[in-house]
């Protein structure tokens, strides 16, 4: 193909030039790979959690089997609700002595277990805010054999307004990020195509349509943006290295991120090579 | 084949380069397009080209007119006229050979045609042995050459070729000149602009159109006698040589 | 002065060329300004948490006025503590039953106060981690009429680990985000400058000095950074806005970094010029 | 002056371009530099101002030689060397006037002097009125005239002119030379490098030498007889003309 034929002799009679805006397109792609790692973790991070938001029921110890099956399956019903486990009294016991080192001292002594048995409710992600909580919380007590529910409210709000920085800087910061990311693959591939503007001006000339003149200058563009997008991707990797063995154990990229920036950064390569070359054509007269 | 009807030309920053200018150029003529320096035989051809719109008048080129050309025909007209520019307009990341072939491939023209056509007219020229030299490796003539074969290459309508043996040696523009004989003889419309007053002198049966100054002066197919070497342009250099101080 | 009339002269000529690497230069600051807020806000944020870090020590009831004095002034001399506060025992019960609402019913009902006056120690910054703390809580339980010290060991620890990650993270991804921000100016000023080398290789050719050739670059280069510092702090100011309203309450740049950033893309660009055009002269012999 | 000792020059992608010459022009010599195009005419020029590197021999510049010239030597040596470049190297983004400012302002010149010694130089090539235009804004013998007013503002001891009337008209052509020709009296040596033989024909007296694929086969001041017009170089123009195809 002609295209990509031209552009790769392009790409090699022109290193220099060639080089410098792999190097720029890698460098801010690079950015978003970063912010990526960043952003992926804490999100993780929070997930986690979060996901010890629960719901405690403590049941009377008046209620029967039956009883207790009903109100399981009806909680479990809730919309917002994910799973409901059962904790028995003895269990509740057990749990408490391994937990509490006082506690286990008077363990085998004691004659009439004083704990209750409850229910704890986890709720399905998405459903963890404070408003959710406070609502399956009401409903639950509204059963009889329901003595108590708590729920932590300060935990669950502190979460909850964590989520919601994190969330809205990870907005901000991190769109500010990609745009930046993209103006940068643009304005530089703007500029390898500026110093290209005699030759495209040639092409002209000699009566090569705007198409003709085009096609070259996109397979670059998106030869360039893959290819940045693979050194962007090992820069990232390089750094995820750096951070899980410095600092602390971090998670890597989800594949669908990699691709999706590595294919982007052709994409962005390409349109941005189409858009420049069609603002260096000097169309119908010159003067 | 080619007309001016009345054109006039102003550049933003300069003035007139040509005024109010009217001829016609007929199916396989051969002119020479003569004058003295920044007389405006450059922005004649241009104007043929369609790289400049004429500030006033018409130019009309086969079936295209300036006043109605519309975007997307330029590459059409363009493709139908070969165009020696007077600085060459080489790629200078193309080798003479690839040069030559981009104006082929412009016109769609088939592949396995392309290569042997190139060779032919690098040939012509002189600069087989030069065809995968890239334009900063050959010498001025050369590149000269390698324009010429270019501007030959698609079998143009029209031939534009300004002072296309500025760079070349006698012998060299002599064969050259034949090279746009014979195409011309074939039908193509060819417009010299030179100041080579021996290659004038050389052909006295050849039309000849003279600015100066941006007019037309005189058209030897016309009546309109030829003026007495005229006055004004390079006056300055001469008055130096007449005695002014040394530099 | 030639270099700076040329540079302006020649930025001026070459919109488009001066316009895409201001853009690019701005953009890589930018990178730098919003990874400077972020953490210039997550440190002071966790400051305020650190700040928190204190030791309390339990006085025996015995503890008399002069011994008081003692005590207090030996640990205020202890290198690593800031101050040292006495809480009576009076405050103490006062304080407790404003923090807690079931022993404010009984406060007025209480006939011996149950609580023992303490003394607050707050370390200097620099000196919260789990070591230090542990050393001073070491040395102050061995004195007579100290009865009991406490820290919250685990609380101390999470403080530390989180800025360590936080540290550890910032170091590597802010290094990162710098030198990107650094390679992406060196790679764009390089750009634009590789787009002139046909008017360097005239220069020389006519017989101008690598010096002379290079004065107007190095001021262009100057200017373009100084711009570009300062169009990358409007658009930093600009996220700042966008969070501060959008987010949550964030806090400005210290004005040492802001004065530190755009003098940095000043002299970057002109290191970066000067380089450039280094490597575009052809030196002594052109083949 | 200027001695060239057994020079060869290879270019690495194009074989010998000049082999085995050896020459010596005086002071305030003035030499016709001749030859086809592709002979090697450009390169010699080149060689002297140091701007290629002599794959063997020795190349000689007043007090400069190929084979001692250190990096820092090399704008010194260029300072006093005017050279008319073939394709006229002006920076794009000054103007007419701008170009013949900066080689002064190269050799450090004051400041209040530039100005008025540039209106002159201009005036000389006949441009004053073009002083602020940008190259794009010329014609090609008006971008050919800004390139030999610059090299001849500094007052160079040497002058290297290659081909600088290619694109000029006789009366012009005529002015230049008697600019060169006044620049020589004054004491510098000029290499004027052309295959304009109307300016031979018109100085029979001026030392001519004469390349022909590399080789210099002629020197007007030696005693080797003028040899009988050759054979290589562009022949296959020739056979086309005696009767090739049409391109
Ligand atoms: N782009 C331009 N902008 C402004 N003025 C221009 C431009 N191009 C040419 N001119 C001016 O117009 C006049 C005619 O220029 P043109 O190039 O047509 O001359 P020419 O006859 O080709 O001269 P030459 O023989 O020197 O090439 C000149 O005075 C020139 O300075
Ligand atoms: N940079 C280069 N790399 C490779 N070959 C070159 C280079 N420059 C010139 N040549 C070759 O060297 C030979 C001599 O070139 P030169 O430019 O000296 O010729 P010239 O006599 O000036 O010709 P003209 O009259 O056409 O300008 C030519 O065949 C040319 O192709
Ligand atoms: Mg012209
Ligand atoms: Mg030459």
């Known amino acids: 193909m002609r295209p990509f034929r031209e552009a790769l002799i392009s790409l090699v009679r022109r290193p220099m030039l060639a080089a ?6 890698s460098l801010s792609l690079f950015i978003l790979g970063l912010f990526g790692l960043t952003a992926h973790n804490i999100s993780r991070a929070l997930a986690a959690v979060e996901e010890k938001v629960e719901i405690v029921a403590y049941l009377r110890d008046e209620i029967d089997e039956a009883q207790l099956r009903l109100v399981r399956s009806e909680i479990g019903a809730f919309p917002e609700v994910e799973s409901v486990e059962y904790v ?6 057990y749990n408490a002595s391994r937990e509490l080192a006082e506690f286990s001292d008077v363990f085998p002594d004691v004659e009439v277990n004083p704990l209750p048995a409850s229910l ?13 909580v406070g609502t399956v919380a009401v409903r639950m007590s509204g059963y009889d054999f329901i003595d108590d529910v708590r729920f932590g409210r300060d935990w669950v709000d502190r979460i909850h307004t964590l989520r919601r920085i994190a969330g809205g800087t990870a907005l901000i910061v991190g769109g500010s990020f990609a745009l930046v990311a993209m103006l940068l693959v643009g304005a530089t591939v703007r500029m390898s195509i500026h110093a290209r503007s005699t030759e495209i001006a040639i092409m002209e000339n000699v009566g090569a349509t705007a198409g003709f003149i085009q096609r070259p200058f996109l397979a670059e563009g998106l030869i360039s943006g893959l290819a940045g997008g693979a050194f962007a991707l090992a820069l990232t990797f390089g750094a995820y290295r750096l951070l899980d063995r410095a600092v602390m154990a971090v998670l890597w990229l989800p594949d669908l991120w990699i691709a999706a920036g590595i294919l982007g950064g052709g994409v962005l390569g390409m349109l941005s090579a189409g858009r420049s070359v069609r603002q260096e054509l000097k169309g119908l007269y010159a003067i | 084949m080619i007309r001016f009807r009345n054109v006039t030309k102003h550049y933003p920053r300069s003035g007139t380069a040509l005024a109010d200018a009217s001829f016609h150029v007929r199916k396989a003529e051969f002119v020479f397009l003569t004058g003295p320096s920044g007389a405006g035989k450059t922005t004649v051809l241009r104007l043929v080209h369609m790289e400049l719109a004429p500030t006033e008048g018409e130019v009309i080129i086969s079936r ?13 007209l363009r493709r139908r006229v070969g165009f020696v520019f007077q600085d060459f307009r080489l790629l200078e990341r193309f080798t003479a050979a690839e040069n030559i072939a981009f104006a082929l491939q412009v016109t769609g023209a088939n592949r396995s045609a392309i290569r042997p056509k ?5 040939d012509h020229v002189g ?13 001025g003539g050369e590149r000269q050459r390698v324009a010429i074969a270019r501007a030959l290459a698609t079998d143009p309508l029209v031939l534009l070729a300004d002072e296309p043996t500025g760079n070349l040696d006698e012998r060299a523009s002599l064969g050259v000149f034949e090279l746009f004989k014979q195409l011309n003889a074939l039908g193509t419309a060819v417009i010299l ?55």
């Open chain 1, 20 to 25: 410098l805006s792999v190097t720029a397109i």
């Open chain 2, 127 to 139: 600069l087989a042995s030069r065809a995968s030299a890239f334009p900063a490796e050959l010498s």
């Open chain 2, 193 to 247: 602009a030179t100041h080579d007053t021996t290659l004038l002198r050389r052909h006295p049966e050849t039309r000849v159109l003279e600015l100066e100054d941006g007019r037309l002066v005189y058209d030897s197919r016309s009546d309109v006698p030829k003026p007495p070497h005229a006055s004004s342009g390079d006056s300055s250099i001469f008055e130096l040589v007449r005695g002014g101080p040394a530099p």
């Open chain 2, 64 to 76: 295209f007119s300036s006043t109605r050309i519309r975007r997307r025909e330029i590459p059409q």
């Open chain 2, 118 to 122: 190139v060779m032919r007219l690098l």
């Open chain 1, 88 to 93: 028995s009294k003895t269990e509740a016991l």
């Open chain 1, 120 to 132: 704890e409710v986890r709720l399905l992600p998405g459903r963890r805010d404070p408003q959710s």
